[in-house]
Nanobody, 117 residues
């Protein structure tokens, strides 16, 4: 079992920045855990925003490339999402997710990010 605690969401004006954090705890093989951030709009499917492997390899959805940066502190099992140049279309509930060995998924409770125009 993995517990994920997210923080850092909120309301920001367009062009502003926010930093999300997700602290994870649990008895899993963290070397095989991909940590990531996902977002979901009402009535829409959850989509991947960014993810990072234990070794630091990253993937980003095209719409956030150059604006968002994901990072990971393996000693603390914590993943961060630095979001710069935020746009109103980035408004969503952001979820921290951990996928272990491509089979088991764990999710945080979600944190609201609202970008006003």
């Amino acid at each position: 079992q993995v517990q994920l605690v997210e923080s850092g969401g909120g309301l920001v004006q367009a062009g502003g920045s926010l930093r999300l954090s997700c602290a994870a705890a649990g008895s899993i093989f963290w070397l095989n855990a991909i940590m990531g951030w996902y977002r979901q709009l009402p009535g829409k499917q959850r989509e991947l925003v960014a993810r990072i492997t234990f070794g630091g390899s990253t993937d980003y959805v095209e719409s956030v490339k150059g604006r968002f940066t994901i990072s990971r502190d393996n000693a603390k099992n914590t993943v961060y999402l630095q979001m710069n140049s935020l746009k109103p279309e980035d408004t969503a509930v952001y979820y921290c997710g951990v996928v272990v060995s491509g089979t088991r998924e764990y999710w945080g409770q979600g944190t609201q990010v609202t970008v006003s125009s």
